[in-house]
């Protein structure tokens, strides 16, 4: 049997390598008005293509046939032509669909001449095909399928990208993402991993018996976060609404309205910049439950993160080069402990006054009212998060930036409240949610004395959510998780927008 191209060597036809793609668009479109006056063919017009076998299938069910063999099962697949070599009677092709690729053979004895002449007059790669034939295994060794039926369900007026199994570009990536998922198969498999990843999350939490809610994404408050939000106005009602920055009071609603375990994932937005980490439109999942505390919580999202590495490939990971071991126990250690290990700086021995010298002998900006509490946030974000490579659950958050969370009553300085932390980023943050009304209250207070100071990130003062604590709030634990950043982890991404389909872009001038 002879030999066709190699299913990842030929990139485009030899004829439209050196033409620009305007120029290929139009020849194409003029071929498909020729197709449809000379043939009377529409590639349009197909309503279906019952394809029966994946290429998958293909690959486990024929892989055992021997060079020159020829298997007589009725394969019936579809896909789309991502490398075309025309001959004279043989012509080889690869075919790609959702999941694998494969050499196609096809000759004018097995299809007959009408047929072939059709697929070499026709038929570019880029176009979406429907195949009949048999496996077969060429003399070199290559799994293929003999054609002996091709029909063109779908004609492309644009070209591939040149080295379609590397688009490189990353503008054009994420631009038109479509193409970034023709082209790179890895790229399909990110997003498929990031779906099971999302899966994997609902099946954990279903087995613990939360439901899956949903909350506003349109609201006249934002809050659950210090976070700036993004802003428009109803018409109707006359008033400013904003986009949601986080979905915790919502959730915590349905906590005093008795509905045991509630989780939502979906979609946050913050009006912040983008780099690779942050991007204004993101997804988290947060989940809240009754009767439980941040111990029972840490516990749920270790089982989440190490659940999650085990459906997508393993708990050894790589990310960017660096080993991370997602076996648990993950580490545990005070914000204050890493502060001082880190920095010498021990919040138990200074005043604010002397916390603030510290800080300025570090080389932090500060205008001189911050507390002792406030420059140790500032330290560990300046000096320990980076160093956080290997999963660290950090607890004992200040309670003055954490006005959702519950105090420790040993210390009502610091909450029961932890991040977790991989690769120098945070991925989670969870709390025994704060659940007295009238601690809640002064602490809404003190956020909307800074935000009416200037700063545009405090947390807004939501009344109606107070109004609910009044009803009664049971001891609750909460966590929210970014998915997009676990998902970068656990696929070796090295930005957000790789694991996002459509990220945030500035427009094209």
């Avoid at 140790?376 to 959702?404: A, C, D, N, R, Y």
Wanted: hydrophobic share 35%.
């Amino acid at each position: 049997m002879p030999e066709g191209a190699s299913s990842m060597t030929d990139e485009r036809l030899p004829e439209e390598s050196a033409i620009q793609e305007d120029e290929i668009l139009k020849q194409r479109t003029d071929k498909l008005r020729r197709l449809r006056e000379e043939e009377g063919y529409d590639p349009f017009v197909h309503e279906q293509w019952i394809k029966k076998h994946t290429l998958e299938f293909v690959r486990e069910n024929f892989d055992h046939l021997v060079p020159d063999e020829r298997d007589e099962t009725e394969i019936i697949t579809a896909g789309r032509l991502m490398t075309l070599r025309r001959h004279g009677k043989a012509s080889f092709a690869n075919l790609a669909d959702e999941t694998s690729n494969m050499q196609l053979y096809l000759q004018l004895d097995s299809m007959g001449e009408e047929p072939y002449n059709f697929f070499k007059k026709w038929v570019d790669s880029g176009d979406m095909v429907g195949i009949v034939g048999n496996p077969c295994r060429t003399s070199r060794g290559e799994l293929s399928i003999l054609v002996t039926r091709c029909v063109l369900l779908a004609k492309a007026l644009r070209p591939l990208p040149e080295k379609w199994h590397g688009l490189k570009d990353t503008e054009i990536r994420y631009r038109q993402r479509y193409v970034d998922l023709i082209a790179n198969p890895d790229v399909r498999e990110t997003f498929r991993k990031r779906a099971r990843i999302i899966s994997t999350f609902r099946q954990v939490l279903e087995a613990h018996g939360s439901i899956e809610v949903e909350t506003p994404t349109l609201a006249t408050l934002a809050g659950g976060a210090n976070a700036r939000p993004f802003t428009t106005f109803h018409n109707a009602l006359g008033v400013n609404m904003y986009l949601r920055i986080a979905t915790e009071l919502y959730l915590k609603r349905l906590i005093v309205g008795m509905l045991g375990r509630v989780y939502e994932i979906g979609k946050n937005f913050r009006n912040e910049g983008i780099d690779i980490m942050h991007n204004p439109e993101f997804t988290a999942m947060e989940v809240y439950w009754a009767y439980a505390n941040y111990e029972d919580i840490l516990k749920l999202t270790e089982e989440l993160i190490v659940a999650s590495a085990d459906a997508v490939g393993g708990r050894d990971i790589i990310y960017q080069e660096t080993p991370i071991s997602l076996h648990p126990p993950f580490r545990r250690a005070t914000m204050a402990e890493l502060v001082k290990e880190s920095t010498g700086f021990d919040i138990y021995a200074v005043d604010d006054a002397q916390a603030r010298e510290f800080a300025k002998k570090k080389g932090l900006e500060i205008d001189g009212k911050e507390s002792r509490f406030i420059i140790l946030t500032e330290l560990f974000e300046s000096f320990v998060e980076e160093k956080l490579i290997q999963p660290t659950f950090v607890i004992g958050h200040p309670t003055e930036v954490s006005p959702l969370a519950k105090k420790n009553p040993d210390d009502p300085d610091f909450t029961n409240r932890f991040e977790l932390y991989i690769c120098g980023s945070e991925v989670a943050n969870a709390f025994s949610e704060l659940n007295d009304p009238l601690d809640q209250r002064e602490r809404f207070m003190d956020q909307l004395k800074k935000k009416e100071s200037g700063d545009e990130e405090a947390h807004a003062f939501d009344e109606d959510y107070i109004n609910a604590l009044e009803y009664g709030l049971p001891p609750t634990g909460g966590l929210g998780i970014g998915i997009d950043r676990l998902t970068m982890f656990l696929t070796d991404s090295r930005s957000i927008r790789d694991v996002i389909l459509f990220p945030t872009m500035r427009p094209k001038a």
